[in-house]
């Protein structure tokens, strides 16, 4: 049980445009879902803390304008990565919290994005 | 402001050998402590879960020991293997809040 996905695995694309990512709880429902950054050789660093149905809390340093953060389900939170450029490729993770055992974050596989 | 730290950030032994961690944080008012496993370009793999009132947690070969009063937690493996090869990590979740605080982690490499 508490299994995270996340869709795409990998994804590349050209500076300026925008990419969303997706992250699902297939059997759970995920009151929180929490985004981590991780640069190459580095460890993760939080980014943005979501609550279905409200707005996202965002890390200080971190652009909320950039970073679009949707949490319309309890399965189903969305990051939108907008105008990215070549410093935004990184290793995106995502994790979330269930309803009945909040004490563990379960994570996802995570997605690579590449901006050329 | 919490701070997580990992020593040593790499570390290579031979098959065999039994080994220990460290993580080291600044504030001891956390909710839990988790140890995971990252292996090279995945996601995370949670090892193991110390709440604040627990000592200790085992799973198999491994190991995990928190003294919240000086900040310290340790993961030890027993006869290492190379597939224990990956980078570990260690993350504290502060009291009142949802999320997690990550060391650097530790790269282990088990050599055959």
């Known amino acids: 049980g508490a299994v995270v996905s996340q869709h795409p695995s990998r994804v590349i694309c050209k500076s300026g445009t925008s990419v969303k990512i997706e992250c699902r709880s297939l059997?759970?429902?995920?009151?929180?879902m929490f985004w981590y950054r991780q640069f190459p050789k580095q460890s993760l660093m939080l980014m943005a803390t979501?609550?279905?149905?409200?707005?996202?809390?965002?890390e200080q340093g971190v652009e909320k304008d950039k970073f679009l953060i949707n949490h319309a389900s309890l399965t189903l939170s969305t990051l939108t990565v907008t105008s990215a450029h070549p410093e935004d490729s990184s290793f995106y993770i995502c994790?979330?919290?269930?309803?009945?055992?909040?004490?563990?974050?379960?994570f996802g596989p995570g997605t690579r994005l590449t901006v050329t | 402001k919490q701070e997580v730290t990992q020593i040593p950030a790499a570390l290579s032994v031979p098959e065999g050998e039994n080994l220990v961690l460290n993580c080291s944080f600044t504030?001891?008012?956390?909710?839990?402590l988790q140890w995971f496993r990252q292996d090279p370009g995945k996601g995370l793999t949670s090892l193991l879960l110390i709440q604040s009132s627990q000592r200790e947690q085992t799973s198999g070969r491994l190991n995990a020991s928190l003294d919240k009063s000086s900040g310290r937690s340790t993961l030890y493996i027993a006869a290492s293997q190379p597939g224990d090869s990956a980078t570990y990590l260690c993350a504290v979740r502060p009291r009142n809040t949802g999320k997690l605080i990550f060391g650097q982690g530790t790269t282990l490499q088990v050599k055959p």
């Open positions: 504030d001891s008012a956390i909710y839990n």
């Open positions: 059997d759970f429902q995920a009151t929180t």
């Open positions: 979501s609550n279905e149905g409200s707005k996202a809390t965002y």
């Open positions: 994790s979330a919290g269930g309803t009945t055992s909040p004490y563990e974050q379960y």
